[in-house]
């Protein structure tokens, strides 16, 4: 294949935010000849077809796969073990199979179970996205200079491995290749628990606004309002993330509840020197993500 053109028939299994992004993406790159999608939401289907006049929605998954080069799986992570049982038949070793999830080594070990001998199903993590959902918030930059991940084990193929890599780098991300154990410890405290401790301090609101009957809402200052973006983000993909990377969610916690109560030590004793410490060194962490190019150097979030 040539380089212009990756692939001639590029399946992508769930359309929702990143779904859509890969698709407006390739589409945008002249990835492939062909765009076939799998989608179950009859409203996001309507969505998906007016963006290119290109893309064949599939019924269902079947036959057709014969004929698929590329088959990005776009779904929950709960829909793995499913959309496997569905495909496996059609699959032979040359499809080359990827997700997008953000947690792996649960997703491995359904892969590693269920998913035919002598098939390879090489992971990607896209770290990008939003707290919106579906096709209609679809951006064809969305992975421009955007790290993604690429899972990389002993039983990994080079070459599809080298195909992917090269797939992300065309429509902008900048690669990284980890192994799965690696991963979830990483994005369980850069992901993982932030959008835990959002969900946790949006909760904390509602529960002090019914205890207190204040109408605190409407007084949202910065912090809330950040946060409750956050916790605006799918649900059911933030249900799999929690329980399928449940052990590194779970230290991660525990090191957050012994920060947190060294916090509350400092301020109950008015330790002056030890909380002043713990709020200048984690300044630095901003200007680090300033310095490396994964945020913009402006005031609140660049907003007017």
Request: proline content about 3%; overall charge positive.
């Given at each position: 294949?040539?380089?212009?053109?990756?692939?001639?028939?590029?399946?992508?299994?769930?359309?929702?935010?990143?779904?859509?992004?890969?698709?407006?993406?390739?589409?945008?790159?002249?990835?492939?000849?062909?765009?076939?999608?799998?989608?179950?939401?009859?409203?996001?289907?309507?969505?998906?077809?007016?963006?290119?006049?290109?893309?064949?929605?599939?019924?269902?998954?079947?036959?057709?796969?014969?004929?698929?080069?590329?088959?990005?799986?776009?779904?929950?992570?709960?829909?793995?073990?499913?959309?496997?049982?569905?495909?496996?038949?059609?699959?032979?070793?040359?499809?080359?199979?990827?997700?997008?999830?953000?947690?792996?080594?649960?997703?491995?070990?359904?892969?590693?179970?269920?998913?035919?001998?002598?098939?390879?199903?090489?992971?990607?993590?896209?770290?990008?996205?939003?707290?919106?959902?579906?096709?209609?918030?679809?951006?064809?930059?969305?992975?421009?200079?955007?790290?993604?991940v690429l899972i990389k084990d002993n039983k990994t193929n080079l070459k599809?491995?080298?195909?992917?890599?090269?797939?992300?780098?065309?429509?902008?991300?900048?690669?990284?290749?980890?192994?799965?154990?690696?991963?979830?410890?990483?994005?369980?405290?850069?992901?993982?628990?932030?959008?835990?401790?959002?969900?946790?301090?949006?909760?904390?609101a509602q529960d002090f606004e019914k205890t207190q009957r204040f109408d605190?809402?409407?007084?949202?200052?910065?912090?809330?309002?950040?946060?409750?973006?956050?916790?605006?983000?799918?649900?059911?993909?933030?249900?799999?993330?929690?329980?399928?990377?449940?052990?590194?969610?779970?230290?991660?916690?525990?090191?957050?509840?012994?920060?947190?109560?060294?916090?509350?030590?400092?301020?109950?004793?008015?330790?002056?020197?030890?909380?002043?410490?713990?709020?200048?060194?984690?300044?630095?962490?901003?200007s680090k993500i300033i310095k490396l190019k994964q945020d913009i150097n402006?005031?609140?979030?660049?907003?007017?």
């Amino acid at each position: 294949m040539k380089y212009s053109k990756m692939f001639s028939n590029f399946l992508i299994i769930g359309c929702g935010l990143i779904g859509s992004s890969v698709l407006k993406a390739s589409l945008n790159k002249k990835i492939a000849k062909n765009y076939l999608i799998f989608e179950k939401s009859k409203k996001n289907i309507l969505k998906i077809k007016k963006i290119n006049p290109k893309i064949k929605i599939l019924k269902n998954l079947d036959k057709d796969l014969s004929n698929v080069d590329v088959v990005f799986i776009c779904t929950p992570m709960s829909e793995y073990k499913k959309i496997i049982l569905k495909i496996n038949k059609y699959l032979t070793p040359k499809h080359i199979i990827t997700d997008v999830g953000s947690s792996k080594l649960k997703s491995v070990k359904i892969i590693k179970k269920y998913l035919k001998k002598k098939i390879f199903w090489t992971s990607s993590h896209p770290i990008a996205g939003s707290e919106v959902s579906g096709p209609e918030h679809g951006k064809q930059d969305l992975f421009e200079n955007k790290w993604c991940v690429l899972i990389k084990d002993n039983k990994t193929n080079l070459k599809h491995l080298k195909f992917l890599s090269s797939f992300w780098k065309k429509i902008g991300s900048k690669v990284v290749v980890m192994k799965p154990e690696k991963h979830d410890k990483i994005f369980s405290i850069t992901s993982h628990l932030p959008h835990l401790v959002a969900y946790n301090l949006v909760k904390s609101a509602q529960d002090f606004e019914k205890t207190q009957r204040f109408d605190l809402i409407k007084y949202s200052a910065g912090g809330l309002r950040d946060f409750s973006r956050i916790a605006a983000s799918n649900e059911i993909m933030w249900r799999d993330i929690f329980f399928d990377n449940k052990t590194n969610v779970l230290k991660a916690i525990d090191l957050f509840i012994k920060n947190l109560k060294a916090f509350k030590r400092d301020i109950n004793f008015k330790n002056d020197k030890s909380i002043l410490k713990k709020l200048t060194e984690t300044k630095k962490v901003r200007s680090k993500i300033i310095k490396l190019k994964q945020d913009i150097n402006k005031p609140d979030f660049g907003r007017s």
